[in-house]
């Protein structure tokens, strides 16, 4: 007997017009940003006792944590991007040889919003203009790109609003988080850095001046000390109001790397793309002074055209010159922000290289001083990490997602990769002289990419003495593993893999967080420290924008006559 559901016409035809969301139906975009490996999971949930093949290291006892953008609902526009997805956590908590997984979204102001409506309100990926005019006012960052632990709680971030406190355990959120009301810019970064010294996290926010969209160049670097004090906080203008994206830290200097992808207030009034690409602009790379600054102290190197990937490694050299390695691809890797006036071109972004290059900035050198890269190292990869413990120092090991399309790829049963063809892990270590050195690479096989790696100290190791962990996407089952491996054995295969009986989205960042961590800053919030504490009042930004309403409405009510003559 043929299902009933075919006997039945549809009444509703596909829920996008002109690109647009019509309608009350729950449909996803039948795009590429919602099909294969990214489409939607939209799942919460627990998962006790993951099925493991190999044995996981009994010296594990933590938790990785990581998150994805995951749309709660179908986007207002059609072709809306990945990147514009709520922020979702997970959790892989690892102690004895077992692993048990947890799954939560942030409850963002933005999330609140539309579970609450029960559709999506805001529009296109960081443009407040193509929003329900219902959420005007509302903080509509979705926290979706990286997740440290910072001082007992976690710190769910993205870059255009800022973060929302987690707790570690539970992946309860907590709410909006201030540093106890001790900064109130409109953004912050999802890329804060801790100096494994001293304690610090320093960390910092660009387009910061007035609600995050304004498409300015004010940018702000604040650090915390381990007691959670601010101890530093500079102001500067940047020279174009570009993407700041990751930064590194030295002993003394902030880098961070300013992006030629630009932003107008022009585009986002008419409806369109946040950034678009300028291959006539440099790439930029400021010099912030950690302690003392002043504005005129930030120093601006160029060089030529580039886009900026992720961090490895940033330490000081024996002439006090500032060495700073990132990867840094020879054209546009998003896309799907193309010059003004151009259309995507995918094709293109396949074709790009990204070496790791090696900077060396002279802080003694003008700003406006034209650099070079020191070394290029052909790695064709992405999303580096280092041993945490070496941050801020001269380091030997890092670990990154490389393309090797010299590998085989079962396209018939897989398909485009979606996030990029990242078959390998790949294990890097400098030679003595500071130059390229050796490679150690794990290949995912034919029908399967990685995500972004994090690195798992061992007790009393040397540096890259541990174990590197990362999630496989499964592309031919559409399915997720949890990959371990010995961090300077990538090539001798998996020590263990987690399997998960489901699919998550392509995520973004995490970090691992060693139990005992977790445990002293839960005796510590549960005593005199005492609890998280959110933020409790409205951002500047708001409170403008609720005075402004107000004083609309009374000029409203004065001029049809309440409060007038006429």
């Known amino acids: 007997m043929a299902h009933l559901e075919s006997l039945v016409p549809e009444v509703t035809a596909y829920p996008y017009s002109n690109g647009k969301k019509t309608g009350s139906r729950v449909k996803f975009p039948d795009t590429a940003a919602f099909s294969s490996m990214n489409k939607p999971s939209r799942f919460e949930g627990d998962i006790f006792d993951l099925e493991v093949t190999g044995e996981i290291p009994r010296d594990i006892n933590g938790t990785f944590y990581r998150v994805q953008p995951d749309h709660r609902f179908p986007p207002m526009f059609e072709d809306d991007i990945h990147f514009n997805g709520d922020g979702s956590v997970t959790a892989i908590r690892i102690k004895d040889g077992h692993a048990d997984f947890k799954q939560r979204y942030v409850r963002t102001d933005k999330f609140v919003q539309e579970e609450a409506a029960r559709r999506s309100l805001f529009g296109r990926y960081r443009n407040p203009y193509t929003d329900n005019e219902s959420v005007r006012g509302v903080i509509r960052t979705v926290s979706n790109t990286n997740i440290t632990f910072w001082r007992g709680m976690l710190l769910a971030s993205k870059e255009d609003g800022p973060p ?209 890269a020191a070394l290029e190292w052909p790695t064709s990869g992405e999303f580096s990490r280092i041993d945490d413990r070496y941050v801020t120092k001269k380091y030997s090991h890092f670990w990154q997602l490389r393309v090797d399309p010299s590998r085989p790829y079962d396209a018939a049963r897989c398909g485009p990769p979606a996030g990029g063809l990242f078959n390998c892990m790949a294990h890097y270590t400098w030679s003595a002289d500071g130059g390229a050195g050796a490679e150690d690479v794990s290949f995912a096989g034919p029908t399967a990419t990685f995500q972004e790696p994090v690195f798992i100290p061992r007790d009393g190791g040397a540096e890259g003495e541990g174990y590197l962990a990362a999630l496989k996407n499964n592309l031919d089952e559409l399915r997720n593993d949890v990959v371990i491996w010995d961090a300077l054995d990538l090539a001798g295969g998996p020590l263990a893999t987690l399997h998960l009986p489901l699919r998550l989205r392509l995520g973004f960042h995490g970090n691992f967080v060693d139990h005992h961590d977790i ?35 009374n000029g409203h009510v004065n001029g049809n006559g309440v409060n007038g003559s006429s």
């Not at 590194?248 to 992808?261: D, E, F, H, M, R």
């Not at 840094?328 to 890797?333: F, I, R, S, T, W």
């Not at 193309?338 to 060396?360: F, H, I, N, Q, Y």
């Not at 919030?525 to 609720?546: H, M, S």
């Open 519 to 553: 445990e002293a800053w839960q005796r510590r919030r549960a005593g005199d420290l005492g609890p998280v504490r959110p933020a409790k009042e409205p951002l500047p930004w708001q409170k403008a924008f609720v005075a402004a309403q107000q004083q609309q409405q």
């Open 164 to 372: 929302f406190a987690m707790d570690p355990a539970t992946l309860e959120t907590i709410g909006r988080y201030d540093f106890e009301g001790q900064i109130d810019a409109p953004t912050f970064t999802a890329h804060p850095k801790f100096d494994p010294d001293t304690g610090e996290m320093v960390c910092f926010a660009y387009e910061a001046g007035s609600d995050g969209a304004d498409c300015g160049v004010d940018v702000a670097a604040w650090t915390f000390d381990a007691d959670g004090r601010k101890t530093e906080e500079l102001w500067f203008k940047a020279p174009f109001s570009g993407m700041i994206h990751d930064c590194g830290i030295s002993k003394n200097w902030l880098v961070l790397p300013l992006t030629p992808l630009k932003t107008s207030l022009d585009r986002l009034k008419a409806g369109g793309n946040k950034f678009a690409w300028d291959p006539n602009e440099d790439q930029v790379y400021g010099l912030v002074p950690r302690r003392g600054g002043k504005p005129e102290d930030v120093k601006w190197f160029r060089a030529d055209n580039g886009f900026h990937g992720h961090v490895a490694g940033c330490y000081e050299n024996e002439d006090g010159h500032v060495v700073f390695d990132l990867t840094v691809a020879d054209g546009n890797v998003f896309f799907w922000f193309p010059p003004e006036g151009e259309r995507p071109d995918m094709a293109k972004r396949a074709r790009l290289s990204s070496p790791t290059c090696r900077w060396v900035l002279d802080p003694s050198a003008p700003t406006g001083t034209r650099v070079r």
